[in-house]
């Protein structure tokens, strides 16, 4: 059973307008929530990330929101641009195998200039 | 480039060939991991290694053999593979903090693309 869904499969989003990529979980052993950002023929490459004692983490323009009774965390891009294009995947760890992640399915984003 | 490399890049190989997977990171990191992505699946964690001593093996077949020579190299040895082994294996490596292991990002090499025939 999955522990981190991202239930989106795929996004598509005009230019200059806010993405929401979503990610919910199930485990309430996790307390650290990463996003990773995956371009084709690459590795996965660290975004943001944020402990279960924030409810929010900002970084330019990216925002990461976590909603611990609702196990749900969300990633907000605002602006979109065209090069955030790319598969977006939420991560998970536990504070006794903090180095062990957990990965969401991925969300494909698409901005469209 | 994340400082975390894998070669090769791709590989092709038959269900009874032997071959090695390569990753090296010069990040000063003492922690590694190898990671499986398969078609339409989430990355899955296959090995970790802490200050080069495995502790972490997620029910991987023994068909995937992992060295760990130092803590800046990691390998992933393979041998009669299925089809279905068939994906992206991605190697990572996270920062030491101290003797115990917190939370902490993992920098990702490129991965090498399987394709066992």
């Known amino acids: 059973d999955q522990q981190v869904k991202q239930n989106s499969p795929s996004l598509s989003v005009q230019e200059g307008r806010i993405s929401i990529l979503n990610c919910d979980y199930t485990n309430s052993m996790f307390d650290y929530f990463l996003w990773y950002k995956k371009y084709p023929a690459e590795g996965p490459t660290f975004l943001i990330s944020?402990?279960?004692?924030?409810d929010k983490n900002e970084d330019g323009r990216f925002t990461v929101f976590l909603n611990k009774s609702a196990k749900h965390l969300s990633l907000h891009i605002v602006p979109s641009q065209p090069g955030d294009s790319a598969v977006y995947f939420c991560a998970a760890s536990a504070g006794n195998a903090g180095n062990m992640l957990t990965f969401g399915g991925g969300t494909r984003l698409m901005v469209k200039p | 480039e994340t400082g975390v490399t894998q070669t090769p890049r791709h590989l092709v190989m038959g269900m009874t060939n032997k071959k090695s997977l390569k990753c090296e990171q010069h990040l000063g990191h003492n922690a590694m991991y190898w990671y499986k992505q398969s078609a339409k699946k989430p990355l899955e964690l296959m090995f970790v290694?802490?200050?080069?001593?495995?502790?972490e093996n997620n029910s991987v077949p023994s068909r995937f053999s992992p060295e760990c020579p130092n803590s800046s190299h990691l390998f992933l040895h393979l041998h009669t593979l299925q089809p279905e082994d068939s994906a992206l294996y991605l190697c990572?490596?996270?920062?030491?903090?101290?003797?115990?292991?917190?939370?902490?990002?993992?920098?990702f090499g490129q991965g090498t693309r399987l394709t066992v025939v």
């Open positions: 290694y802490n200050f080069k001593e495995q502790t």
């Open positions: 990572a490596s996270s920062p030491p903090v101290g003797q115990r292991l917190v939370n902490t990002e993992a920098f």
């Open positions: 944020i402990s279960s004692i924030k």
